[in-house]
């Protein structure tokens, strides 16, 4: 029980917001941890800094009479390699013949201008280099490609729509990608609840199209609902500009289905909203960035569409003006408040200057800060 004790708070303590269900990676400023393991009695982890500089490898000792050590945080600038571990099985024609049973030839993709595409991030930052992008179709697809990768040790790296900022989405060195875009069905809309099943990589904005035309919205906006998807936003615990108003997805999330790394399918598909039986293993799933396996279905609670909206854009001075008009527009409005963000004039002139034939329409250095407050309701003269 102490060397388990020790071990989960070890676990906890490293932030392991990973892609791939064994190479677990997420490049931010600070350090990253890679997926732990045991060897020798000892918890290893590897870990780099975001830049793929610095780059360590630090082993913990659990055992039940001997100390551990923390791993440290590496800032070097110096350029260092970075070895792939030799853990892992290289692919093989094999592989590739394998695949192509269970998928079909035209979901097996090895051109070089489609896999260009899925080894790159959406800022051009961060580039892998795998060979393999896989399109499965169904839950069924997904499990067996998991457990055939996990029998021969290769490792994967689940992507959705790649709208990521941080590297999460693709490979580290040649993982194999598993892409869910092609598991887009929605499955069903509960009328009456506004409960909505559908697959893992329906389009944020398709979601919202769907449930417009039925009188529902989804909780969930982001600025890349064009092309983000919904077991993506699930996998990141996306937050998006309705969070004061609708909460986060763990509590708008009533359900999942999700593949684990050894091809077992973990049906948690669940519609009901009060549900107090046994242990809520959902939210493992939630922010987990598939560490823990591929979602594949989703059941999402989803708010009724309302009719009245008002936008104010608001200029302020100094940030602890923006942090007032907050509290105040919270204590007055927090029951219709839909959105609320704010960006410094610094920040939306360079957001503006990489958006081609857009400018900043207005004047320069007038106000530090802009804040814009959304409010939707069901009244329109009574909310205006």
Partial sequence: MQRLRRTSQLLLRCRSSASGLFYGHQRTPYDSIKRPYWENNHLAFYYTTSNHMGAVQASVNVGLHTSHKIPRRSFSSASTSIQRSPLFSTLNSDDVSYFKEILGDKTVIQEEDRLLAANVDWMGKYKGSSQLLLLPKSTEEVSKILQYCNSRRLAVVPQGGN?????????????????????????????????????????????????????????????????????????????????????????????????????????????????????????LF??????????????????????????????CEDFTSCQKLLLEAKRGLGDVISAFEFMDSHSMDMVLGHVEGVRNPLPPSLHNFYVLIETTGSDESYDK
């Fill in 286 to 315: 939630i922010g987990s960035e598939g560490t823990l396996g591929i979602v594949t279905k989703v059941s999402i609670l989803t708010p009724p569409k309302l009719v009245s909206t008002n936008v104010a854009f608001l200029a």
């Fill in 163 to 283: 709208t990521g900022l941080v590297g999460g989405s693709v490979p580290v060195y040649d993982e194999v990608i598993i892409n869910v875009g092609s598991m887009d069905k929605i499955i069903s809309l509960d009328k009456v609840s506004g409960i909505l099943i559908c697959e893992a990589g329906c389009i944020l904005d398709n979601l919202n199209t769907f449930l417009a035309n039925e009188g529902f919205v989804m909780p969930l906006d982001l600025g890349a609902k064009g092309s983000c998807q919904i077991g993506g936003n699930i996998s990141t615990n996306a937050g998006g500009l309705h969070f004061i108003r609708y909460g986060s997805l763990h509590g708008n999330i009533l359900g999942l289905e999700v593949v684990l790394a050894d091809g077992t399918i973990l049906d948690m598909l669940t519609t009901l909203r009060k549900d107090n039986t046994g242990y809520d293993l959902k939210h």
